[in-house]
């Protein structure tokens, strides 16, 4: 015979008063059956005779001191009744026994009101024992303690059960059952879709398992919908995993902020809300970070609130020198304001020392506007070339080449900057990458004379075969205008030389081919050069000798 007989769905539930009378026909037939004795005592309860309800329990306690199902009926009727520490007294050897399997139906016979009266009562002492901060020793009995009132509290409470099922979470985390707190989480967040506490406990849990991104997901979400709850949870963690928190939460503003959008349509209200809380929950997790600041200046910026975006950057350098990175941002704003001059002169501080980071913020400035920015920085960059100040002007050479998509111009320029401060290396791939793009007979002087500076280049590399090769096709291309360019730089007789050195090489190597071809290159550069006129007679001898060519 069953208890769920009194649940409010069930009809005999409008007739206390006759399960009453047939829970005392069943008594009469077997005076020591518990089951009988339990309905006539719910029968009396829903009769409001509690006078009797008490009697009746304290009759079947008697017989069974520890039966959970006595226990809990009697703590609920005491709080009823205001004998609080009666009840306490009884929902704790509920609690001690551990037999929770019969408090649903229990449970369900008890009205609303004193379900939510037993609720609260459990929940406080859960929180009272978890405030009480025991020693370490005793700290997981405590919490086991806790467990034990906070299922008690959900079970009392049902569907309204979101507080003891946050905190009973809390406790199974403390205790390393991670999937079992993960299950109360999860049963919060069914119910309750928003709850921003759930999702940051399941964040944090996420991160223990090592699942960073549905880790970041749930912070993400909790941060659209209170930022200022989810902040106090992220610090409330050890340095090492707020630091990936951070970090994720960085790298996913700059992945949204890199992605290709229509540059002339601001941001959605939605979707700059949400940058826009992570960029403030970075700089309340650790102020004393500059990234925090210049990620959310980067947001303002992209959202068009150029004047809080000054303002941010202002409030974070105000005592300390401005970085490369905040400096190119404060060149951002002089172009949104209209001068170019000073964007270029703050934005070029970032070329040289990093380019990704340059990229990232040309990313989202109009094609008009890099255009202008490659134009400034090569009239400045010239400047500089011209009054003898490489080292000054190469910075605004790779903004140039940055802002201008690579143009061939802007890469000769700095091809140009290079050289004269002796960083052939880098020099030659600039001029590799001009010389990579057919420009056709359309532009043949400036292909020559780019041949002819890859070939210095190179002989200032010490790279003698690949120097002579690049002469000798511009030699090919066109022998006057290549004639002119060597005979400037580096002169007719090292350029010789560089031939006749190459020349010598592939005769002694026996390629007899290349060395004639070195030579006849050799004296287009300098017709009088004695001694590749005794090479070529040298070559001219062997071959008659009856040598092969190669």
């Not at 009697?74 to 009884?90: E, S, T, V």
């Not at 150029?306 to 941002?329: I, M």
């Not at 404060?330 to 020392?353: H, I, M, N, Y």
């Not at 990229?359 to 010239?382: D, I, P």
């Amino acid at each position: 015979m069953g208890l769920g007989w009194l649940s409010p769905s069930c009809s005999l539930h409008r007739d206390a008063h006759g399960v009453y009378q047939l829970a005392l026909l069943l008594m009469e037939l077997d005076r020591e059956d518990e089951a009988s004795s339990l309905l006539g005592a719910d029968a009396l309860y829903r009769l409001g005779r509690l006078e009797d309800t008490h009697k009746a329990l304290l009759l079947a306690l008697s017989r069974r001191p520890q039966a959970a199902p006595v226990l809990v009926r009697l703590a609920l009727l005491q709080l009823r009744r205001g004998f609080f520490y009666d009840a306490n007294q009884l929902v704790k050897k509920v609690v001690q026994s551990g037999d929770t399997a019969c408090l649903q139906p229990t449970l369900d016979v008890f009205s609303h009101e004193d379900r939510q009266l037993l609720r609260g009562h459990c929940h406080a002492r859960a929180l009272a024992i978890l405030r009480a901060r025991p020693s370490r020793a005793d700290s997981t009995a405590h919490t086991r303690e806790a467990i034990a009132y906070l299922s008690l509290a959900i079970f009392a409470a049902g569907s309204q059960a979101v507080e003891s099922l946050l905190t009973r979470a809390r406790c199974y985390g403390l205790l390393g059952q991670k999937k079992t707190a993960m299950f109360d989480f999860n049963s919060v967040l069914r119910a309750e879709p928003e709850n921003v506490r759930a999702l940051c406990g399941r964040a944090l849990l996420h991160l223990t398992l090592g699942q960073q991104q549905e880790a970041l997901d749930d912070i993400l979400l909790a941060l659209k919908l209170d930022p200022r709850t989810v902040v106090p949870e992220i610090c409330s963690l050890k340095p090492e995993a707020q630091a990936v928190i951070a970090q994720g939460l960085w790298s996913h503003c700059r992945a949204l902020l890199s992605q290709p959008q229509d540059r002339r349509e601001p941001l959605s209200d939605e979707y700059a809300r949400g940058l826009l809380a992570v960029g403030e929950t970075l700089i309340r997790i650790d102020a004393g970070q500059l990234s925090g600041h210049i990620l959310l200046a980067d947001v303002l910026i992209a959202v068009g609130s150029y004047e809080e975006a000054g303002t941010c950057l202002q409030k974070a350098l105000h005592s300390t020198p401005w970085s490369e990175a905040a400096r190119a941002r404060r060149g951002l704003l002089w172009l949104k304001k209209g001068d170019v001059q000073a964007a270029v002169r703050d934005l070029q501080c970032l070329a040289e020392t990093d380019a990704q980071e340059l990229g990232f913020l040309l990313h989202r400035l109009e094609a008009s506007e890099q255009q202008s920015l490659s134009q400034a920085a090569a009239r400045e960059a010239n400047a500089l070339l011209s009054s003898g100040q490489p080292g000054q002007a190469l910075g605004y050479c790779s903004l140039a080449v940055l802002a201008g998509g690579s143009s061939a111009r802007h890469l000769r320029l700095r091809a140009t900057c290079l050289a004269e401060l002796q960083e052939f290396g880098r020099a030659l791939e600039d001029l590799d990458r001009v010389l990579r793009v057919d420009v056709g007979d359309r532009d043949l002087p400036t292909r020559v004379e780019d041949l002819c500076s890859r070939g210095r280049l190179l002989l200032s590399l010490g790279d003698g075969a690949g120097a002579t090769g690049a002469f000798a096709q511009a030699l090919k291309l066109a022998p006057t205008l290549a004639q002119s360019s060597l005979w400037e730089r580096p002169g007719r007789a090292p350029t010789a030389q560089a031939f006749l050195c190459h020349g010598q090489t592939c005769l002694e190597e026996q390629r007899y081919a290349e060395a004639w071809t070195a030579v006849e290159n050799g004296l287009l550069a300098d017709p009088e050069h004695s001694s590749l006129r005794r090479l070529r007679a040298r070559i001219r001898r062997e071959a008659s000798l009856g040598c092969r060519l190669h």
